[in-house]
C-alpha cells in the first residue's frame, strides 16, 4: 500500500546543511522495484476481484465461475500489502535510514500531502456520480481523522505513515539522536484516540474515530522485510532455491483460498496462510538479477507505482460495470478479471507517469 514507500535505496531530499555526510549509496536494488511494481499490480488485482465477488455477492451460487476466478484472484494479490510493509521496513531500517528530523518529515509530506489530494479527489468523484452515503462535508471531515470513504483503499497510508514514523524514530535514537519532533507526533498519534473520546464526551459533540494506528502484525511484516531484503546474495541465489520458494508461494496461494472459501473472505492479513504467500514470494524475488536493458523502464514503473495505486480505484469504478457480469462462464469470468486488471493497471501506470513528467508527482504521487 509502499505502493506508497519511498524510493527503496536513495531518498531524494538534500540533507540539512550542517548534518554529517550520507553514507556512500549502494548499488540500486532493482529486485526491490520489482517487487514494489508487483505489489502495485497485486492491489489492482485484488481489488478486481473484489468487483467479481461483489456481483455473485461472495456466493458460488450467485455465479460459480465469476465467484471462484474471483477467489484465485483475491487469494493470490493478498500478498501486496505485507510486501508493502515490508519494504517500508527495508527502506526505514536498512535502505536509506533518515538521518534527521527534517527528512523523516519530507517523507511523510510526499506520503500526506499526494494522500489528502487523492482524497479530496475521491470525494469529488462519488458526489459527482451521487454515491456519496453521507453529506461530501461530514465524510471530508471524517477523512481527517483516518475514515476510508470513499477512498476505501486509503486505509493502508494511515498504518503506513505511523509505521514509518515509529521505525524512523527508534532508528534516529539508536543513532544516538534526538529526534523531538518526529517523537512528539508520534506520541500525539498514539494518545489522539483517547484525547479526542474524552473531549467528545465532555463537550458532548460527535468526533469520528481516530485511525492513523497500526497493528501489530504491520510492525512484523515491515521488520521482517527488513531482515529478509538485507540477506547476503549468497543466502538467496540460485535457481533452484528460487523455484522451491516459488513451489512453496504456490502452495501457500492454494492455502489463501481454501482459507478464504471455508473460514472468512477475505483473508485478514495477519493470517498465517497469507504471510506464508507473502514470504515465499519475497524470497522468491529477493536479489533476482534484472536485466539492464528492462532496469530503465523498471524504475520508471517503480517511481510510479504510488501514484498508480492512489488513481487507480477511480479507472477501476469506471471500467467494471462494462467488464463484470455474475452470468459469465469461465471463459468470460477469466476475461473479466484479465481484462479490468490490464485496463486498471495501464491506465493508472499511464496517468502516473503523465503527471510525474509534468512534475506533479509532489501533489499527486
Do not use: Q
Given at each position: 500500500m509502499t505502493a506508497a514507500a519511498p524510493a527503496p535505496v536513495r531518498d531524494p531530499a538534500p540533507a540539512d546543511a550542517g548534518t554529517p555526510a550520507p553514507r556512500p549509496r549502494g548499488e540500486h536494488r532493482y529486485d526491490i522495484d520489482l517487487v514494489r511494481v508487483?505489489?502495485?499490480?497485486?492491489?489492482?488485482?485484488?481489488h478486481a476481484a473484489g468487483e467479481l465477488m461483489k456481483a455473485v455477492d461472495?456466493?458460488?451460487?450467485?455465479?460459480?465461475?465469476?465467484?471462484?476466478?474471483?477467489l484465485a484472484g483475491d487469494a493470490l494479490s493478498r500478498c501486496a500489502v505485507p510486501l508493502?510493509?515490508?519494504?517500508?521496513?527495508?527502506?526505514?531500517?536498512?535502505?536509506?535510514?533518515?538521518?534527521?528530523?527534517?527528512q523523516i518529515r519530507r517523507r511523510l509530506t510526499r506520503i500526506?500531502?499526494?494522500?489528502?489530494?487523492?482524497t479530496?479527489?475521491?470525494?469529488?468523484?462519488?458526489?459527482?456520480?451521487?454515491?456519496?452515503?453521507d453529506p461530501t462535508r461530514r465524510l471530508a471531515w471524517d477523512a481527517v481523522f483516518g475514515s476510508v470513504r470513499p477512498?476505501?483503499?486509503?486505509?493502508?497510508?494511515?498504518?503506513?505513515?505511523?509505521?514509518?514514523?515509529?521505525?524512523?524514530?527508534?532508528?534516529?535514537?539508536?543513532?544516538?539522536?534526538?529526534?523531538?519532533?518526529?517523537?512528539?507526533?508520534?506520541?500525539?498519534?498514539?494518545?489522539?484516540?483517547?484525547?479526542?473520546?474524552?473531549?467528545?464526551?465532555?463537550?458532548d459533540v460527535r468526533v469520528p474515530p481516530f485511525a492513523w494506528q497500526f497493528g501489530a502484525y504491520q510492525i512484523v511484516y515491515a521488520v521482517a522485510g527488513a531482515v529478509l531484503l538485507s540477506l547476503p546474495g549468497s543466502a538467496v541465489a540460485g535457481r533452484g532455491r528460487r523455484?522451491?520458494?516459488?513451489?512453496?508461494?504456490?502452495?501457500?496461494?492454494?492455502?489463501?483460498?481454501?482459507?478464504?472459501?471455508?473460514?472468512?473472505?477475505p483473508s485478514p492479513y495477519a493470517s498465517v496462510v497469507v504471510a506464508l504467500l507473502a514470504g515465499a514470494l519475497l524470497m522468491a524475488l529477493d536479489r533476482i538479477r534484472v536485466p539492464?536493458?528492462?532496469?530503465?523502464?523498471?524504475?520508471?514503473?517503480?517511481?510510479?507505482s504510488f501514484g498508480a495505486y492512489l488513481v487507480h480505484l477511480l479507472f477501476l469504478e469506471a471500467v467494471a460495470p462494462h467488464m463484470v457480469s455474475a452470468d459469465a462462464g469461465w471463459p468470460a469470468a477469466v476475461g473479466g478479471l484479465v481484462g479490468l486488471t490490464v485496463a486498471t493497471v495501464v491506465l493508472s501506470f499511464a496517468a502516473a507517469l503523465l503527471w510525474t513528467r509534468l512534475r506533479l508527482a509532489r501533489w499527486l504521487g
Open positions: 508487483l505489489a502495485s499490480i497485486g492491489v489492482i488485482v485484488c461472495r456466493d458460488p451460487s450467485g455465479g460459480g465461475p465469476v465467484y471462484w476466478v474471483a508493502f510493509f515490508a519494504i517500508a521496513g527495508w527502506v526505514v531500517l536498512t535502505g536509506a535510514p533518515p538521518r534527521d528530523d527534517g500526506v500531502v499526494p494522500m489528502a489530494v487523492w479530496a479527489a475521491y470525494l469529488v468523484w462519488d458526489w459527482a456520480r451521487d454515491a456519496n452515503t477512498a476505501f483503499h486509503l486505509w493502508y497510508l494511515y498504518a503506513y505513515v505511523p509505521v514509518i514514523l515509529l521505525l524512523s524514530v527508534a532508528v534516529l535514537v539508536r543513532a544516538g539522536k534526538r529526534p523531538w519532533g518526529a517523537g512528539a507526533a508520534l506520541l500525539g498519534l498514539a494518545l489522539a484516540p483517547t484525547l479526542l473520546g474524552d473531549l467528545g464526551r465532555l463537550l523455484l522451491l520458494w516459488l513451489a512453496g508461494g504456490l502452495c501457500a496461494w492454494g492455502a489463501v483460498a481454501v482459507y478464504e472459501h471455508r473460514v472468512h473472505f539492464e536493458r528492462f532496469r530503465p523502464l523498471l524504475g520508471r514503473l517503480a517511481g510510479a
